[in-house]
């Protein structure tokens, strides 16, 4: 396993929209394992393969508290999406800044497992909140996008004063 470059943002790669993986192969498993050392090393809850530059759709997710809860969702698919839920969300791909995000509370999700097998899953809680962050990063969305166009322009003057100074 090897450790994967973050991209940051304001790079324009991480507004990629992702292809869907044809085939669950070694390549894909290899890219889903560097992924989760990648996400475990920063560390993060999610960690999606646009934001590693590789533009294929693939995720990875742990939420649980002792990080050794590894999911690999490949193709994820929001099948129905209900309720309202606001939280405070970062990302990997935006260092240092957080802000308050409204998702849906609830998910019904299908997704092929690292050996190609479709399965199914019920998500709330934070693991909701996980997978809408990640299936947005594949649609080369990011929280920032979710904020009023206030909120956002002022976190994009922060952010991009931080990688002027540290470019
Ligand atoms: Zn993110």
């Known amino acids: 396993m090897s450790k994967l470059n973050i991209l940051q943002y304001p790079d324009s790669r991480l507004r990629t929209v992702a292809q869907p993986v044809k085939v669950v192969d070694d390549r894909i498993r290899a890219l889903a394992d560097d992924m989760l050392e990648t996400m475990y090393d920063a560390p993060g ?27 690999v969702l490949i193709n994820p698919e929001i099948l129905k999406a209900e309720g309202t839920e606001r939280s405070q969300e970062g990302c990997l791909s935006v260092p240092g800044y957080q802000d308050t995000v409204e998702r849906a509370e609830w998910l019904h999700v299908r997704a092929l497992d690292r050996h190609g097998a479709s399965f199914e899953f019920e998500a709330h809680g934070l693991l909701a909140i996980c997978v809408q962050h990640e299936v947005d990063h594949l649609n080369g969305k ?24 540290t470019a």
């Open 45 to 71: 809850i999610g960690l999606a393969a646009t934001q590693v530059d590789v533009h294929e759709r693939v995720v990875v997710i742990d939420v649980s508290d002792e990080r050794n809860e590894p999911r």
């Open 142 to 165: 990011l929280f920032l996008d979710h904020l009023s166009e206030l909120k956002r322009k002022r976190a994009h003057r922060k952010l991009t004063k931080q990688s002027r100074l």
